[in-house]
C-alpha cells in the first residue's frame, strides 16, 4: 500500500455540486473524468490491494456515505478500487470478498492519504501487508481482508519479477546496487506497477543489506 497525494478535483464536479448533493447525479462524462483523475493520482492501481485497476475502476468513498451525507460528492473522500471479487480460494473454490467489498460500510482506522498511517506498514516473510498499530492492522486483515493466500502470492509473485528485470537491467546500466535499486525506487512513484508497496518495501531492504 503507498500513500494517496490527491490531486484537483474535475471541475464538473464543483459544477455538479451546485445543483446536487446526490451521489446517483454523477454519471456519464463527468464520472469518467473523475474516474480518469483517480487512476492518474494513484497510478492505475487500487487504493487497497494494489492490484491494476487501469480497466475495472470503482469510485470509493472513503467516509461512508451512510455516515456523513455531506461528503458524498467530495472528491477528498474518494478513492479508486477494484472491485473486489476476482479471486478464489484454492481449497474451496469460493469467492473470496476482499478491498471495498468485504469493508461494505464499515468505518477505518486506516487513511492511505495519510503519510503517518503509511509509514506504520510493513510486509513479512509470507508477503502479509502488516502494521505497528494494531488498529490499522485490524482494517488490513479483518475490514479489507488483505491477507488472504492467493493475494499474498500475488505480492511475491510481483516482487521476483520486478527483481528479476532489475537485475537485467542493473547489468546492462552498470549502476552499483545501491543507486540502480535507489532510481527503481522513484521509478515506482510514477508507473502503473501493481503491488508497487511491497515491491518499494523488499527493495528497501535490499539497499539496507547492501549499506
Known amino acids: 500500500?503507498?500513500?494517496?497525494?490527491?490531486?484537483?478535483?474535475?471541475?464538473?464536479?464543483?459544477?455538479?455540486?451546485?445543483?446536487?448533493?446526490?451521489?446517483s447525479d454523477l454519471r456519464d462524462e463527468c464520472r469518467s473524468e473523475v474516474l480518469d483523475s483517480l487512476k492518474t493520482e494513484q497510478v492505475?492501481?487500487?487504493?487497497?490491494?494494489?492490484?491494476?485497476?487501469?480497466?475495472?475502476?470503482?469510485?470509493?468513498?472513503y467516509i461512508p456515505q451512510s455516515i456523513d451525507e455531506e461528503k458524498v460528492l467530495i472528491y477528498e473522500n474518494f478513492l479508486g478500487v477494484c472491485s473486489g471479487f476476482?479471486?478464489?480460494?484454492?481449497?474451496?473454490?469460493?469467492?473470496?470478498?476482499?478491498?471495498?467489498?468485504?469493508?461494505?460500510?464499515?468505518?477505518?482506522?486506516?487513511?492511505?492519504?495519510?503519510?503517518?498511517?503509511?509509514?506504520?506498514?510493513?510486509?513479512?516473510?509470507?508477503?502479509?501487508?502488516?502494521?505497528?498499530?494494531?488498529?490499522?492492522?485490524?482494517?488490513?486483515?479483518?475490514?479489507?481482508?488483505?491477507?488472504?493466500t492467493e493475494l499474498c502470492d500475488k505480492r511475491g509473485e510481483a516482487f521476483q519479477t520486478f527483481l528479476l528485470n532489475l537485475y537485467k537491467l542493473k547489468e546492462i546500466l552498470g549502476l552499483s546496487k545501491v543507486d540502480f535499486v535507489n532510481k527503481a525506487i522513484q521509478?515506482?512513484?510514477?508507473?502503473?506497477?501493481?503491488?508497487?508497496?511491497?515491491?518499494?518495501?523488499?527493495?528497501?531492504?535490499l539497499i539496507s543489506e547492501s549499506s
Open 44 to 61: 492505475g492501481i487500487c487504493a487497497y490491494c494494489q492490484k491494476e485497476v487501469n480497466t475495472v475502476i470503482e469510485i470509493e468513498h
Open 187 to 205: 521509478l515506482l512513484s510514477v508507473g502503473n506497477t501493481e503491488y508497487s508497496g511491497i515491491i518499494k518495501f523488499r527493495l528497501k531492504q
Open 1 to 23: 500500500m503507498i500513500r494517496i497525494h490527491k490531486s484537483n478535483e474535475p471541475n464538473c464536479l464543483v459544477d455538479l455540486r451546485e445543483n446536487s448533493n446526490d451521489y
Open 86 to 148: 476476482f479471486y478464489v480460494d484454492k481449497n474451496t473454490g469460493e469467492k473470496i470478498d476482499y478491498c471495498s467489498r468485504k469493508r461494505g460500510n464499515q468505518e477505518l482506522f486506516l487513511n492511505p492519504m495519510e503519510s503517518e498511517d503509511m509509514d506504520t506498514i510493513y510486509y513479512d516473510e509470507n508477503n502479509k501487508i502488516l502494521s505497528s498499530n494494531v488498529k490499522i492492522l485490524y482494517d488490513l486483515e479483518q475490514t479489507l481482508n488483505l491477507n488472504f
